[in-house]
Each structure stands twice: as structure tokens, then as C-alpha cells.
């Protein structure tokens, strides 16, 4: 791209000096060409806009990969849609740019995309949830959340919860609204929660996509609590289902909090970026929030650095996440021997948060 850019910008500048142009223009466009020859062309294949973390995630991109910084960004939104998705690869291949950074919406159907990418040279940058490819050479390195982790940091935490405030593991009946069936995020917090619920013996009564919406995640909540008199734990897989399972509980006449014994349901949610969700925890109608960091920005752009310096970042890289409680009593939790601190959510904690 860099050399392409080079040569239809010399092209230019040559007809400027034939044309007779004047010599303050032949400057500025010599600079712009300079400038041009340097900057580094990213085409990001964003998945959509379906949540709070989604926008954090696509400004962070978009204010880290700026031309001040040195880059030229080609942003295209999935609309949550795989083949969108390759349409935006195939047209950065087009466009010959100098890196592909993809935030993928689904695991699977990526081998032939990203084999043209790799015969093109075109490194790519998988950001946010993970791919599954048969060459794993046709990408570079990942960067994003270990998903799967943070499901079974909320089961952690739900279990010392029961045992906490004496709730027999037979009086826990579970809704998971999950989130895009078939993403990274939806597979590794299902996962977590499948098996910790086996683990405990706990009741899991439906797992049904809200598809990380809000407006999806009322809809769902609604017609579960219509069908199960008895649901009292709703996992869910982001903090806008969270909101719109809220707003279902609330209009069936039931209360969302920490008091199981008194009819509460229990609300469990990943991300913590949307404010009223970050509200809610404080005040307890939401009792856990497990944190999911969408500032990948800045870490793609460190990525991309190393690359130009010719070294090999990690193929993997997972971001460390906190976990937020709305009660005071689970100090930590421990998750494969590894134990995570419980962070107490307080105006102080929220008001020292980076977003
Ligand atoms: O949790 C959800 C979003 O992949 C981490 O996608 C991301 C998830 C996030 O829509 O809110």
C-alpha cells in the first residue's frame, strides 16, 4: 500500500509540475505524499454496534489508529453479519492495505478469507474473540478476553454467594441468556457456566440467545418467566441482556437483587462499561458484574508496532479483567488454582475506572 500510495502520488506531483502549478501547492503535496508513504493502512472489520462494550471497543480503535498516530484507517461495521464481514476483508485485500485487524462475530467459516489474505502477505490481527482456522499461520496473533475464564469467575463468586447465605444447591434454578450464538464470548461464558452448574448441581432451567441485546434480552427473560414459576439466578452474557432482563423481572412484578430467600432474582453480568448497568451493581439490582476490557486500541497498535520492527508478539494475548461484586462478603474466587481478587463496587472504584 505504502509503495502503491508512493508512486500514484509521484504520478500526481509530475502532472502538478508539467501543469505548471504553483510552487507552494508542489510543496504541500510533496509532504502529503511524505506523510501518506508513512502512515500504515489498517482495514478493521468491526462485528457491529449491538452494545455499550461494542462503541468503547470501536472508539478505542478508532482513537488509537488515528493519523496523528500514523495510521490510515478503513473501519467497516459487520452489522453483527459473517458475510459482511469477508466482504470488508476482501475489499481491504483489494485495497491492498498493510494490515487486516479482524474482530470476528463467529468462530467458525474464516479459512478461505483469510487464505486469500495470507497469499496476498497481508498480516492479520485477531482482536476481541478468537477464530477457529485449520492454518493458524493465516493470522498473526490474537488479542482479547479469555472468555471462558470470566465464566467461571461468576460461578466462583455464585457459589460462595449460596454458601454465604446458606442456599442449597437444589434451590438454584438458572437462566443463561446467552449472547450471538457461535461468538468466542457466547461459547466460553456458556461453557463456564454448563460446567460449573454440573460442578455444584445446580439447575440450569433454559440457555436462550439475547443475542447481546437489550431489547433481546427483555424478550427472552419475559417469556422465560412466563413459562418457570421458579427462576431465580439470570446469567447474563453482557450487561445490555442484563438491562432488558431487569426491565422484564420488574414488569412481571418481581424485584432483582441479592435476596434469594426473599423472592429476589439474582442478576450475573459481563462487561461493566454501559453506566446504568455499573449503577445497578453499586446499588445491588445487579449483583455481580464480571469486567470485560474493550480497549484494544492501544494494544493493536503496540502489536502492529512490533510487527513493523520485524519482531513476533504473543500469538496470544489475554487482558487481565476485574471482577465486581455488589456485597461484601466473597473476597476472592480461585478458578484453576489461580485466585482473582473481588473488587467491592463503590462510587470510588467506579469513578477510577478507565471508561
Ligand atoms: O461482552 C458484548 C459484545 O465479544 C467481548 O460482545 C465481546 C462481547 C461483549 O457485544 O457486550
Redesign the pocket.
Known sequence: MKKKLLSFLAIICSLCVMCGCATEQKDYTEESAAQAADSISVGFSQ?GA??D??SANTDSMKSSLTKENGFDLIFMDGQQKQTKQITAIRSFIQQGVDYIVLAPVCETGWDSVLDEAYEANIPVIIV??MIQINNDNRYSCFVG?DFYLEGRKACEWLNQYATAYDIAKEDIHIVDIQ?TIG???QIGRTKGLVESAKKYGWDIREKTSGD?TQAKGREVMAQMLRQYNNINVVYCE???EALGAIEAIEAAGKHAGSNLKNGDILVLS??GINETAINYALEGTIACIVE?NPLHGPRVRTIIDSLERGENPDKIEYVDETLYSSVNVIKSVTVDGAKYDVTLLTQDVIDSREY
Do not use: I, L, Q
Request: aromatic letters at 16%; one cysteine or more.
Open positions: 462485528v449491538e452494545s462494550w461494542r476481541d474473540r478476553s449472547g461468538s468466542t464470548a447481546f453482557n450487561d445490555n459481563f462487561d470485560c
